[in-house]
């Protein structure tokens, strides 16, 4: 146990100890701006602290080292599993590839990475021509440089957490992005709200959390079994297998999607917006239309979810390729034909479960602007439903992860 | 001369992240974790050595050019 301890112990310190270098570095500064100008420009221009907080996802006035954070390899590992379902070529390397075609793939997402973070780092450069008084383009190259490499450091520092480290890397960074931003959250929900926090509201608000969370336990852990039986068990047992008599199963997750339907309907719904912003279209009037009429907004917001849902769904689990790993691998579903008879059973089933996992999403995710609405309590923005699925997604990964490392450590110290 | 040894630095790091294919992909479940039961090869654990000594000098530059200017 002492054993299971140490190790315990040792990857909860590499952890923290790298989350703790990356803060560090995300606010110290890039050399060569002049922040004292920045600051300035930013109190007159509240524009540009958001487009900093966009990529850095704290509020903060500092171009650091490490502000592009995370955000590029999460960019490039969307585009990289979009990528996955829609070529077919790409997603047979990652299928039948083995251990060479991971490889390609990862270091296809790093190459993208980079790309990213090259696009975001041109982005800010040349956006502060307007803050920065000393502007050149030897600065320009200087911040992209800096940020660049501070984005390749982030991705590294984070594959380390998930290989040495307690928790998945990248989820744990988003993870203190959110909790870091919480502090703030509270202060303006109290500050905007003071008038209209009551003992109700409040009572409202604990209430809103706790369903939210709950219902995201819910949608995370829970799985629709599906038993699978071998034909090597068939040949042994001539009794005729009950259903749930099988120890095999696949488990159908309500959420196969995670958090990837949120974020689709939220960019494509703010593309009226930046329509309108371009100014090429002067008598598009689509996002006022949208905007003051709530309930068209919020209904079109919950049926995008719910198709986003559908679709991505397939993407992370095609109920032909399952059928067609299971019929290679000798082993079936009771009472259901391999090949396209299986195929059909199990696009009936997740067509259920995925409908039913959708439905949760899209409440959960409505939930909190429902409650704004009712309880007159506005500033809910930076922790919506994305926001908690996020963190209770990484708390449970973490418990999983440590119940396992105490399972496979008690098996060693029996044998030793 | 200094700002020309962090352009070196900074692209010899980007490199070296290049050069070294992780274990997991970044979603991958923890059951393929690495050093669990075993340990990483020498290589692997020397390019890692490097990088950490070469990523602590690129923060010290920062540090360094930060008071600097």
Known sequence: MKKTDDI?????????????????????????INHGHLAFYIQQHPITKNLVSTFSGNDTFVIGLFTLNIFPYINASIMVQLITGLIPSISKLQKEGGGEGRRAITRLTRLITFGWALIQSSSIAFYLKRALFDWSPL???????????GAMIVLWLSELITEYGLGNGASLLIYTNIISSLPN??????????????????IGIGLLFFIAIAGIITLQESA?????????????????????????YIPLRFNQAGVMPIILTTALLVLPNYITNLGVFPLLTLPIFLKSS?????????????IFSSFYSTIVLNPKDISQELQKMAVSIPGVRPGLATTFYLKQVMKRVTFFGALILAILATLPNVIEGILNVSSFNGLGTTSLLIL?????DISREMKSIILSNIYNERFD | MLKIIWVILSIVLIGLIFLRTPQNQGLASFST?????????????????LTII????????????????
């Open chain 1, 8 to 32: 315990l112990l040792k990857r909860l310190l590499l952890s923290v100890g790298i989350l703790l270098f990356i803060r560090m570095g995300t606010f110290l500064p890039i050399p060569g």
């Open chain 1, 139 to 149: 600065l320009a190259f200087e911040i992209i440089l800096w940020l660049t490499t």
């Open chain 1, 185 to 202: 959250l509270g202060k303006k929900l109290i500050s905007e709200n003071s008038g209209n926090l009551s003992a109700v509201s409040s």
């Open chain 1, 224 to 248: 629709r079994i599906v038993p699978l039986i071998s034909s090597k068990q068939l040949g042994q047992n001539q009794q005729p297998v009950s259903k749930s008599g099988s120890n095999n």
């Open chain 1, 294 to 306: 709530k309930i068209i907004y919020w209904v079109s917001y919950f049926a995008l979810i719910l």
């Open chain 1, 392 to 396: 209770v997604g990484v708390v449970l």
């Open chain 2, 33 to 49: 974790k690495s050093n669990l039961l075993g340990s990483p090869s020498s290589a692997e654990q020397f390019l890692n050595n």
């Open chain 2, 54 to 69: 070469l990523m602590i000098g690129y923060f010290s530059f920062a540090v360094f050019l930060n008071f600097s200017i």
